[in-house]
C-alpha cells in the first residue's frame, strides 16, 4: 500500500520512493564548476517536479484505489437495492399470480359446478322424456294385451259354448243310438 500522504504535498510527507524528496528537503548538488547557479536550479527544478510527479501519481493511485474502494461499495449497495427490489417485485409477482390462481379456480370451480349441473339438467330431461315415452308405450301395450285377453276370453267362451253344445248333441244322439241298439237287439 501507498505510504500516507498530505493533501498539499508540503512537509510531513512520506516520499513515494526511496530517493526521492520534496524541493523543500532535497539538498542542493554543489556546482565544482563554479557557475551561478543557472544549471543546477534548472535540475533541481526538473529533480523536483520529477518528484512532485511521481507523489501526485502516487496520490492519484491512493485516490484511485480509495476510489475503487468507495465503488465497490457503492456497487455492493446498488447491487443490495437492486436485488431487493427484484426480491420484493417478485413477491408482489407471486402473490399476484396466486391471487389470479385463486381467482381463475373459483370462475373454474362456479363453471364446471354450473357446466355439471347443465348437463344433470338436460340428462335428467332425457331420462324423464325416455321415461315418460315408456310409460306411454307400455300403457299401449298393456292396453292391447288387455284387448287381446278380452278377445281371448269372449273366443273361450264361444268354444265353450260350442264344446257343450257338441257334447249334449253327441249324448243325445249316443243315448239314442242306443235306445235303437236296444231295440234291434231286443228284436233280434
Do not use: W
Not at 524528496?21 to 543546477?40: H, L
Not at 399476484?96 to 363453471?111: D, I
Not at 260350442?162 to 257334447?167: I, S
Amino acid at each position: 500500500m501507498p505510504p500516507a500522504t498530505t493533501p498539499r504535498g508540503g512537509a510531513g510527507r512520506v516520499p513515494p520512493s526511496g530517493d526521492a524528496r520534496s524541493p523543500a528537503k532535497r539538498p542542493r548538488d554543489s556546482d565544482d564548476s563554479g557557475s551561478d547557479g543557472d544549471g543546477d536550479s534548472d535540475s533541481d527544478s526538473d529533480g523536483g517536479l520529477v518528484s512532485d510527479l511521481k507523489e501526485i501519481v502516487c496520490l492519484l493511485r491512493l485516490i484511485k484505489g480509495g476510489a475503487n474502494r468507495d465503488g465497490q461499495r457503492m456497487c455492493e449497495q446498488i447491487i443490495a437495492s437492486v436485488a431487493a427490489e427484484i426480491q420484493t417485485m417478485l413477491e408482489e409477482t407471486q402473490l399476484k399470480f396466486e391471487m389470479e390462481r385463486q381467482n381463475l379456480l373459483k370462475v373454474l370451480s362456479n363453471t364446471s359446478k354450473e357446466q355439471c349441473e347443465n348437463s344433470l339438467n338436460e340428462e335428467y330431461s332425457k331420462l324423464q322424456e325416455t321415461y315418460d315415452m315408456f310409460c306411454r308405450e307400455k300403457d299401449a301395450h298393456m292396453q292391447t294385451f288387455r284387448d287381446l285377453f278380452s278377445e281371448v276370453e269372449v273366443e273361450k267362451k264361444k268354444l265353450l259354448e260350442q264344446y257343450e253344445h257338441h257334447k249334449k248333441t253327441e249324448t243325445t244322439m249316443l243315448s239314442e243310438l242306443l235306445r235303437e241298439s236296444n231295440i234291434c237287439r231286443a228284436i233280434v
